[in-house]
Nanobody, 121 residues
Framework: QVHLVESGGGLVQPGGSLRLSCAAS????????MGWYRQAPGKQRELVATISTDGSTTYADSVKGRFTISRDNPKNTVDLQMNSLKSEDTAVYYCNAGAREVGSVIGIDYWGQGTQVTVSS
């Protein structure tokens, strides 16, 4: 099993910054892509940013220029630096990783429990 644990959420004022972190642990053979998704109340979960093993990144248009995703492959961690936060960024943020367990021949997607980010004055 692969476990993802997020940290760093909280309450921040508009224009402020937060940094989310996610650590993967367990019987990991390899991790492929890692990323962050979010789900606001009454809305579907949406992609925020992803990063591949070679560092290639993708971002939702709504966060480009404000959010930065990074990963540390040896440590199996992925971070999301969020700047210039807006009220519409309020959501539960979920860490995602495509990973292959030791002894498995296929990789599957794993999800963290989520961390709340609230942007409000």
């Amino acid at each position: 099993q692969v476990h993802l644990v997020e940290s760093g959420g909280g309450l921040v004022q508009p224009g402020g910054s937060l940094r989310l972190s996610c650590a993967a642990s367990g019987s990991i053979f390899t991790i492929y892509h890692m990323g962050w998704y979010r789900q606001a109340p009454g809305k579907q979960r949406e992609l925020v940013a992803t990063i591949s093993t070679d560092g290639s990144t993708t971002y939702a248009d709504s966060v480009k220029g404000r959010f930065t995703i990074s990963r540390d492959n040896p440590k199996n961690t992925v971070d999301l630096q969020m700047n210039s936060l807006k009220s519409e960024d309020t959501a539960v943020y979920y860490c995602n990783a495509g990973a292959r367990e030791v002894g498995s021949v296929i990789g599957i997607d794993y999800w963290g429990q989520g961390t709340q980010v609230t942007v409000s004055s």
